[in-house]
């Protein structure tokens, strides 16, 4: 990566360590392609730093401001790089990573919020693994048989529950009558059965969750991660509230136990057995979060709607407590809001689901808008702007960018095999801002696998589609100046490698046709 080779020429002119050197892209090009503060971070002058800096990389080095220094990259660099296009990144070097999303509770169908979380964490799964680390993809399934959740499910599968009825649930509910009565038949006691009813009609949602994630959102998980059957059926939890209660992280208070959180950086202790003695989620979560670490996880990354934020500090002071060997990063989603919802059909009663929505505006589409904002902003889905045509819609602009690449190289017989040497040739502006846009990214993978600003995909797909299409109005490709037709062939043939790589990185089709 071209900011990487900048970093190691300021290592060497400075003697400072990667890490401590930052290299920026401007956001006004009249301030270069690369630019640093190193100067001013040292307390040296620019111009003596400057003097050490000697690299064909390099066009113009210019002064700015109290320290800062303007690389703008030279052309001849810059036409060497259409042949070692795509870069391979390698930042994770195997690491293993355990990225949990989605997790939703097994009462019902993903409604839209969950939307943002599965197309968050599936795209983020893309970026690390492209950066180089082992991901595996979790989906912890809420579960218990204990929990209140399980338990109100089961009064209402057998006539006195709260849970919202919808048409979904009361044809579940019918379709499994004869099991259910079953479950009523051999119960011995009313909570026993609310446990065991509720356990059973949440495994027959989750299994339609299942297959909507595989099949229509194209998610695919590594592991289904139970809390019945893998936190609480191997005696995980007994056995972390065992390893609390012998560090002495546990104390008994008014008939239950708490843990020692405020300790650890919490305002407060928690509970984590009840009165009952049973288990509280906050005990649950502790134990699962261990059992990540046991399989040998080097980073855990934890992706919660909003409703979770109060659980963030406590998890957290857990890690602590029990010193977690690796990094635990945990994100919160905010809100999301369809504007024109009264306008989409809906599938089963008033409820607008995940499914009607992707029904109504399609999965790429769908996964764009939804990429488009920061994870910690909320976000709003303008429904009419996702039905558009393409000359509105971002995502077909973008894709007919791709599509239009491949009708220029079928035109013109055009592959890998005869790709040109002759970059020198690629002088216009605009296949220099072309090549710019190109190689930026293997900067975005790295930045995104790094803190995990998903956004930057939609918005420098765009950058290159809008830098191809420019290059597409200056640059006649296919002419009778043949070298020069090769080498802008050769452009283009890089531009549909990298802009397929971002698409399928973001989950999304590139028709070769439109």
Not at 176 to 204: H, M, R, T
């Amino acid at each position: 990566m071209i900011r990487q080779e900048i970093i190691k020429l300021i290592q060497k002119a400075t003697g400072r360590p990667p890490e401590e050197i930052r290299v920026e892209r401007p956001e006004e090009e009249t301030h270069g392609d690369y630019s640093t503060n190193i100067a001013l971070q040292l307390k040296k002058s620019p111009e003596e730093i400057v003097k050490k800096l000697k690299s064909d990389l390099f066009g113009k080095i210019e002064l700015a401001g109290p320290g800062f220094i303007n690389f703008f990259i030279s052309k001849e660099y810059l036409q060497k790089q259409v042949q070692k296009l795509p870069e391979r990144i390698n930042i994770g070097k195997g690491e293993k990573v355990n990225i949990e999303f989605i997790s939703a509770n097994p009462a019902g169908e993903l409604h839209i919020g969950n939307g943002r979380n599965a197309f968050a964490g599936d795209v983020l799964a893309n970026v690390l693994e492209k950066a180089g680390y082992k991901v595996i993809r979790e989906y912890f399934v809420n579960d218990a048989k204990n929990s209140g959740q399980i338990r109100e499910l089961g009064k209402t599968t057998i006539g006195e529950g709260t849970v919202y009825l919808n048409d979904y649930l009361r044809l579940k509910i019918k379709n499994q009558k004869s099991k259910i009565k079953n479950i009523i038949q051999k119960s011995k006691n009313k909570e026993n059965l609310y446990s065991e009813a509720g356990y059973f009609l949440a495994q027959e949602i989750q299994q339609d969750i299942k297959d909507f994630l595989d099949k229509k959102l194209k998610i695919k998980f590594d592991e289904w991660v139970s809390e019945e059957r893998d936190i609480y059926g191997k005696n995980k939890v007994k056995k972390i509230f065992a390893r609390l209660k012998k560090k002495n992280l546990v104390y008994e208070k008014d008939g239950a136990w708490w843990v020692r959180t405020s300790r650890f950086s919490e305002e407060r202790d928690w509970v984590v057995i009840r009165e009952t003695g049973e288990p509280t989620y906050l005990l649950s979560d502790i134990a699962y979060h261990q059992d990540k670490f046991d399989r040998g996880f080097n980073k855990v990354i934890n992706i919660w709607g909003a409703d979770h934020q109060a659980h963030v500090s406590k998890i957290k002071a857990a890690a602590k407590m029990l010193g977690f060997k690796g990094d635990l990063d945990i994100l919160i989603l905010q809100l999301v809001t369809l504007k024109g919802k009264e306008k989409i059909s809906k599938r089963r009663g008033e409820v607008i689901t995940l499914e009607d929505l992707v029904d109504e505006i399609g999965l790429d589409v769908s996964r764009w808008f939804y990429l488009q904002k920061s994870l910690d902003t909320h976000m709003e889905i303008d429904l009419a702007l996702a039905k558009a045509g393409a000359e509105k819609n971002p995502v077909y602009y973008v894709q007919y960018a791709h599509a239009r690449i491949c009708s220029i190289l079928k035109k013109a017989k055009y592959n890998e095999r005869n790709k040109s040497t002759a970059v020198d040739l690629l002088q216009h502006p605009s296949e220099l801002e072309l090549i710019k846009q190109l190689i930026r990214f293997p900067e975005v993978v790295e930045d995104t696998a790094k803190d995990y600003q998903i956004q930057r995909f939609p918005q420098y797909a765009t950058d290159l589609a809008t830098a191809f299409h420019q290059f597409y109005r200056d640059c006649k490709v296919l002419t009778k100046d043949r070298p020069l037709s090769k080498a802008r062939l050769s452009l283009v043939l890089a531009t549909k490698t990298v802009l397929k790589n971002t698409l399928s990185l973001m989950g999304i089709s590139t028709p070769e046709k439109m």
